[in-house]
């Protein structure tokens, strides 16, 4: 069964050997950032969990880092 | 003093039965040292003394492994025997993985020391360090017979220290390779005395033993794509510790040892007044005012309304992951996947904080 | 800069009427010291009492412990910015009394109820088990058991419990002020042989900049979402480095514990003798992103580059295997810049040393060492007395544990149930060996 994983320590996932990682926002909210509009948090989730979906679908060897598009507002 | 008991164990052809054409075989006994166990006797002295030899056939051993164990077992006991050695095995796989086994076996039925010797790259090595047993202690050999000598002496040496009750030092003091458990020790030094000390000899070129070592992962076979989505049951999984109000099912801030799943069946987005959040590893506030950000299931909705997938499983699995044991964490992934795979889900969109 | 740290140590801890210190002989006015801290009308109530080695005596409700010292010469005071005007410190002479403690026993009624920000307590024993594996199991406590008054902001509880023990800390030091001390060490990074291996220590802690208070502050100021600096290590020995006190469990440092950092101390004895101490840089860790993460310790060890460091240790604090990645990656960084590392910390490994030592590991941690594992239980006795703030009956060391009575006997599942449990910083001499 694939599993996507959306997580920020994405590095920690790879290692641990998941195959499917995707990179979230940050840790305590990783589907989202609270620091945007409502809209704009909601559209972040929906690309976060939209690329966790193209995860589910390709054909991976390995642990595989898929980053949705993200910007950093803070470390 | 009475000379300690032991039996030593040998496959068919170290024990004299024959080559290839006898490795079925089944567990047989012989009287005191046979082969190599006559050497190894001599080299014992009057400290031990070899009472019997038990062998098997190669091929036996692989195929009833139950049965060779159980009779090897009952003759250790009826011969009172405080000590195993087995092998040594060389490059030989059936042997070594043999040698490995009768070693736990016996060890574990008699609380007694059990040991063996082999090549590094005996798949035997990788069965000794499965078993993890604080008594079973294996010795690397050369490939080849022509490191017999060698072999038997570092083995009789290590028997000696334990017939003369001496405590079992670190494998780099001792030789055998290590089991890669931990024992918690005092040492003589402040662990910051010796984390200077080790820094100065290793900036000096001087020899260092690092304290931690370093470990490879084994990796997790990779689960085939999806490959028509919109025919596909999704399930959301979660480790961030969103849970109903007073978390009815008492997850622990850390170290929880079980799983739930609750149900989304009606709800279209996750808000603050349904939900609590359990987890002592991070900071929790985010995901209390949005459970959206572990459990995204608004966004989820939506998709499952527009046909980019057919159904989201009505259930989310959660598991509120602070400090985690990783034993703990296998057997729960496990389980959760047995019960995804009843209730025909076909992949999972796991959040983890 | 050349610091005297004058030592007056404390062999025996007696309760009377007036506050002196005289033979080794710590006298306490009970009455005085109390007055002093409920002139914080925070304080609903407190009490103070002593623990020494050996007793049968159980301290619970731990949020932080704190060594009494006071500057005798030399710019700034001990705890700059919060006891004094911020000031750089470490010079001149300081007036310490060793094998002793402060040590704040502390209840309120919280704001914050779980995840990392919410209060945290530990546990000490003076005796059995749990009092071998931390310093407070050696040092005499005097323990200052607060209550405070209802409505406090978590970060008004952590303000007021600090001051309180620092106070009474602050006044037992007074003590000294005019008598000759035991022994005087001086510490200095002068000039030495060029030929001496170049040092540098980095010293990381979590701190997280969303809660009431970070977890560590520089000179009063909570560390939040910052890059490494740089510190001369008399800096940390007059206290310019402080601990959340509302957090006193095994997973948090103490102030005590910054005071008496182990590896500064070594680091310092052996300057010009065996190394050249450059200087401790002092990193914040526990970024929320891999992209944080790589930026810190990418500064990290450029700062050691730039020192022009050999080698480095580096040590963590916090339990947390997500601040683990920030070190790792510190490590690997240095490594790379031809930096070597040891790296020294504790360990996870399970129940039975069966599991995994580490959560993360990095090709160029090469040479560590290990200061023990906080996963294993501990079984402790019951004890005859037990001293501490809030209903001792039950004690909730975790937020969602269920509480348990500091009277009973246990076995509990992790060392970092106990104050210092976890040794973040060498001080003990608990590791783990491979077998």
């Not at chain 2, 990796?219 to 979660?238: E, F, G, N, Q, R």
């Amino acid at each position: 069964m694939p599993v996507g994983v959306i997580t920020a320590m994405t590095m920690l996932s790879k290692q641990l050997g998941a195959n499917r990682v995707v990179t979230g926002t940050k840790i305590p909210h990783p589907c989202g950032d609270p620091n945007l509009s409502p809209e704009a948090d909601k559209s972040l989730r929906r690309e976060i969990v939209n690329t966790a979906l193209k995860s589910i679908q390709t054909e991976v060897k390995g642990p595989t880092v898929f980053v949705p598009t993200v910007t950093y507002t803070t470390g | 003093m009475s000379r300690v008991r032991v039996l030593h164990y040998l496959n068919q052809y170290f024990a004299g039965i024959g080559g290839e054409e006898k490795a079925d075989v089944p567990v047989g006994l012989v009287e005191g040292a046979v082969g190599p166990g006559k050497r190894l006797q001599t080299l014992l002295g009057d400290s031990a003394q070899i009472v019997a030899t038990a062998y098997c056939g190669d091929n036996y051993f692989n195929d009833h492994p139950n049965e060779a164990q159980a009779a090897i077992i009952q003759i250790a006991r009826e011969r009172d025997v405080k000590m195993l050695v087995t092998g040594p095995a060389f490059a030989s796989g059936r042997y070594g993985f043999a040698c490995a086994e009768v070693c736990h076996a016996v060890s574990t039925s008699l609380d007694l020391y059990a040991i063996t010797g082999m090549h590094p790259e005996n798949p035997g090595v990788e069965r000794y360090k499965q078993y993890k047993n604080r008594k079973v202690f294996l010795f690397p050999t050369t490939e080849t017979v022509s490191g017999m000598e060698k072999a038997l002496s570092i083995m009789t040496q290590f028997l000696s220290k334990r017939i003369a009750g001496e405590t079992v030092k670190p494998p780099h003091e001792e030789g055998y390779l290590p089991r890669d458990f931990r024992i918690d020790e005092f040492k003589s030094q402040t662990s910051a005395v010796r984390a200077v000390n080790m820094l100065l000899d290793r900036l000096a070129g001087r020899p260092f033993f690092t304290e931690i070592p370093v470990e490879s992962l084994e990796p997790i076979p990779v689960a085939p794509p999806i490959l028509d989505l919109s025919k596909a049951c999704l399930a959301i999984v979660s480790t961030s510790g969103v849970v109903p109000p007073g978390n009815p099912d008492g997850f622990r801030g850390y170290q929880n040892t079980k799983w739930k799943k609750y149900s989304v069946d009606k709800l279209d987005s996750m808000s603050e007044r349904d939900w609590d959040v359990v987890h002592g590893g991070y900071n929790i506030q985010f995901m209390k005012k949005n459970p959206n950000y572990g459990i995204p299931l608004d966004v989820c909705r939506e998709m499952e309304k527009e046909g980019v997938f057919a159904r989201l499983y009505p259930y989310y699995y959660m598991f509120p992951g602070a400090r985690g044991l990783i034993s703990e964490t296998h057997r729960i992934g496990r389980e959760m996947y047995l019960d995804m795979k009843a209730h025909g889900v076909d992949g999972v969109i796991q959040v983890d904080t | 800069m050349r610091l005297e740290m004058a030592a007056f140590p404390v062999k025996e801890v007696r309760l009377g009427n007036q506050i002196t210190y005289q033979n080794g002989i710590l006298k306490i006015d009970k009455k005085e010291l109390l007055s002093l801290v409920l002139e914080d009308k925070r304080v609903a109530s407190a009490d103070l009492d002593a623990a020494s080695p050996g007793e049968k005596t159980r301290i619970a409700h731990v949020r932080d412990a704190v060594e009494p010292r006071v500057k005798v010469s030399g710019p700034g005071c001990v705890f700059p910015g919060i006891l004094g005007p911020v000031e750089t410190v470490g010079e001149g002479r300081t007036h310490r009394l060793s094998g002793m403690t402060v040590m704040a026993s502390a209840e309120y009624r919280p704001t914050i109820l779980n995840g990392t920000a919410a209060k945290n307590a530990g546990i000490v024993d003076m005796w059995g088990p749990a009092s071998k594996i931390t310093p407070y199991g050696t040092t005499i406590n005097v323990v200052l058991t607060l209550d405070l008054v209802d409505g406090v902001t978590e970060l008004e509880a952590h303000a007021t419990i600090q001051m309180a023990e620092f106070k009474v800390a602050h006044r037992l030091a007074q003590t000294t002020r005019d008598q000759i001390p035991d022994s005087i060490e001086v510490f200095e990074l002068s000039d030495v042989a060029p030929s001496l291996p170049r040092i540098v220590y980095i010293v990381t802690f979590l701190a997280d900049q969303n809660n009431p208070h970070s977890g560590e502050a520089y000179y009063g100021l909570p560390v939040r979402e910052s890059l490494p600096t740089f510190m001369h290590p008399n800096e940390i020995l007059d206290g310019a480095v402080t601990a959340d006190a509302r957090q006193g469990g095994g997973i948090h440092t103490t102030t005590w514990m910054w005071m008496n950092q182990p590896v500064i101390l070594d680091l310092l004895r052996r300057h010009g003798k065996e190394l050249n101490f450059l200087g401790v840089i002092f990193q914040r860790t526990r970024f929320e992103t891999d992209f944080g993460k790589q930026v810190t310790a990418t500064c990290s060890s450029q700062l050691a580059r730039l020192l022009k460091a050999d080698g480095a240790i580096i040590t963590r604090t916090s339990t947390s295997g997500n601040n683990f990645i920030d070190v790792m990656l510190t490590v690997q960084a240095c490594e790379q810049k031809g930096i070597k590392v040891v790296f020294m910390t504790p360990e996870w490994g399970g129940k039975e040393g069966t599991e995994l030592p580490l959560a993360f590991y990095v090709p160029g941690a090469k040479s560590m060492v290990s200061t023990g594992s906080f996963e294993r239980d501990i079984k402790v006795p019951a004890p005859s007395k037990v001293i501490g703030a809030g209903d001792l009956r039950r004690v909730e060391l975790y937020p969602d544990d269920p509480p348990f009575s500091a009277w009973d006997e246990h076995t509990l599942p992790s060392w970092f149930l106990f104050t210092g449990g976890v040794d973040w910083f060498g001080v003990m001499n608990t590791t783990c060996t491979t077998y």
